[in-house]
T-cell receptor, first 115, second 111 residues
């Protein structure tokens, strides 16, 4: 299947700083990418939909100024957690739609720890 | 809210077929049934999806009832590496919406 890669896989940052997570579709172009967050022992929660060349669409309750999403090309979307706090520590996962739009592939996920 | 209902957990003996049920009684005509699984601390892995017809690939088979209100994912010969949380999701798949994950079924393969 298609490959979606995230980087970094793990990151530790200090409270108050910003951290960027990259999501790349390696062997296909992705007009639409999605960002999820998953807390321990919980299911994935959709944060936002990222469309190439346009502003992201955020789910209710997700702060767009805190979670900046940029989808500058058909193979790359980035999530920047600004002014991170310990409660932002979580597993962040991206996904991308491949081909005709009926199959969605996920990245390996990125563990963020804010200390 | 997720539009599917799955048992929270299931056990299956190694080498046996694992049959994971999913109810999606409110599925719309243009919605697909998707199955993903998530092994601890990894991103979800795509397994299979279907609209009306049964589907089979190298990983699994998907059986969708004629009224489309339920489906079953079949792992024909379960191995220990199949232990994971399995998610059944309904979606149009066209990119308008992200996938909405429920709590899934924690499948435990017993040696």
């Amino acid at each position: 299947g298609a490959v979606v890669s995230q980087h970094p896989s793990r990151v530790i940052c200090k409270s108050g700083t910003s951290v960027k997570i990259e999501c790349r579709s390696l062997d296909f172009q992705a007009t639409t990418m999605f960002w999820y967050r998953q807390f321990p022992k919980q299911s994935l929660m959709l944060m936002a939909t990222s469309n190439e060349g346009s502003k992201a669409t955020y789910e209710q309750g997700v702060e767009k100024d805190k979670f900046l999403i940029n989808h500058a090309s058909l193979t790359l979307s980035t999530l920047t957690v600004t002014s991170a706090h310990p409660e932002d520590s979580s597993f962040y996962i991206c996904s991308a739609i491949e081909g005709t739009g009926n199959t969605i592939y996920f990245g390996e996920g990125s563990w963020l720890t804010v200390v | 809210d997720a539009k599917t209902t799955q048992p929270p957990s299931m056990d299956c003996a190694e080498g046996r077929a694992a049959n994971l049920p999913c109810n999606h009684s409110t599925i719309s005509g243009n919605e697909y049934v998707y199955w993903y699984r998530q092994i601890h601390s990894q991103g979800p892995q795509y397994i299979i999806h279907g609209l009306k017809n049964n589907e089979t690939n190298e990983m699994a088979s998907l059986i969708i009832t004629e009224d489309r209100k339920s489906s079953t994912l079949i792992l024909p010969h379960a191995t220990l590496r199949d232990t994971a949380v399995y998610y059944c999701i309904v979606s149009t798949g066209g990119g308008a919406d992200g996938l909405t994950f429920g709590k899934g079924t924690h499948l435990i393969i017993q040696p």
